[in-house]
Structures are given as C-alpha cells and as structure tokens.
C-alpha cells in the first residue's frame, strides 16, 4: 500500500535561512506527487506538483525515485510562507494519500 | 465562482446525535471527495465519488455515510456521533480533466461531539 511520511512536523526557520521540507514515499509504480498548504484561517490549496517542474512563491521540489523522497525546499524563507504542508502522493489510477504534514514557521 | 463551499462552518453534536454535511461546488468537476483532519494524523480519506450518483469507500469510512443525487453537491451523513468523529472536515473536488491530484478545497467544518 502507498504511504507517505513527513519526518517532522514542526519545523522553525529564521526569516531569509533556506528552509527543506522532507518528504519520503512509498510506492512500487510510478506515482504523482503534490505539495499543499495551508495558511492560517485559509483553505488547502496546492502548491506545486512534481511533473509540471515549475518553481511557486520560491519554492521547488524534486522527486527523487531512487531514494523515494520528495523534499519541499526554498533558499530565502519569508515569514508569509508560514504554513502547515502537506505532502500527497496519487499512485497511478487512484486518489490522493496525504502524509501527516509539517508546521512551518518563519520568525522574524 | 464560489468555488468548493461547506455548510455548516461549526456544529457542536451530543453524541447519539446524526447530522448532514453539506458540500457544494460549483466548477462542474466531476470527482468530490470528504477528508477528516485530526492533529499529527494529517487529513484522511472518508468518502470520494467519481460521478453522480457513484461514490467509494476512502481510508475511514466507518461511521459515515455519503450521497451524490446531484454532481454540484456530496453529502456527509453521521447517524450516531461519537467523541472520535471529533474533527475539522474538509470536503474537496477535481476535474477528471486536470486529474484526481489537483483538488479543490472548500472552508472547513469543525465538528465537535461531546
């Protein structure tokens, strides 16, 4: 069965440090994968997706197959970009698995 | 467009006590899906439907019931509220055109049952 673990679920950044959101996987195919978030007060939405390649609000992310992870990562965090994410996994055909999700925060 | 939309936002249950939640969407997308949110546990999967009149199981689905009458609307029904139904509730769709993985969130319900 498909699973996706975010190691740490919270997660405290000073204003303009690089900031890395992990995300592992486990699945034997080749799976989707997403990032969500969600601001404070604000419904989930999505950030990024790992086939369209494109970087959102300074944010990148890179599937990694061979180590099964797919870490979030942005170089200069904002304290806008603190948020609960989530990581998501959509295995070939089916629906979205989510991992329990980290709580980032950037102080000032 | 309102987009995804949740009615009620709050409700407090005793337990023994059935309620519907409503969930409307109105970007003619043909999957819904309801989500259970609980701290340290992510959000999991209760029902999804992938068309009018259709639905599934999801990840936990016991203690709850769905329907799609209508492809704008998915209900969530609770016949007998338990303390563990205690949840924010999150009720999302897709369109089969951009895939299951691209969902729209609505607001939240925030369920508690005493």
């Known amino acids: 069965a498909q699973r996706v673990t975010q190691p740490e679920k919270l997660l405290s950044v000073f204003k303009g440090a690089p900031v890395e959101l992990k995300c592992n996987y486990s699945y034997s195919g080749s799976p989707e994968l997403f990032w969500y978030v969600q601001y404070s007060r604000q419904r989930l939405q999505l950030l990024l997706r790992h086939i369209s390649r494109e970087s959102i609000k300074g944010f990148t992310a890179d599937l990694n197959k061979g180590e099964t992870s797919f870490h979030l990562k942005k170089p200069f965090a904002q304290e806008e970009d603190s948020a609960m994410y989530y990581c998501?996994?959509?295995?070939?055909?089916?629906?979205?698995?989510f991992g329990e999700g980290t709580q980032l925060t950037v102080n000032p | 467009n309102a987009g995804v939309t949740q009615t009620p936002k709050f409700r407090v249950l005793k337990t023994g006590q059935s309620m519907t939640l409503l969930c409307a969407q109105d970007m003619n997308h043909e999957y819904m899906y309801w989500y259970r949110q609980d701290p340290g546990m992510g959000l999991r999967l209760i029902h999804y439907?992938?068309?009018?009149?259709?639905?599934a199981k999801g990840e936990v689905p016991d203690g709850y019931n769905v329907s799609r009458l209508k492809k704008q609307n998915f209900l969530l029904g609770l016949e007998s509220a338990a303390p563990s139904q205690t949840s924010v509730y999150f009720c999302?769709?897709?369109?089969?055109?951009?895939?299951?993985?691209?969902?729209?969130f609505g607001p939240g319900t925030r369920l508690t049952v005493t």
């Open positions: 999302a769709s897709s369109s089969i055109l951009t895939g299951l993985g691209e969902q729209y």
């Open positions: 998501a996994l959509a295995p070939s055909g089916s629906r979205l698995t």
């Open positions: 439907s992938v068309g009018e009149g259709t639905t």
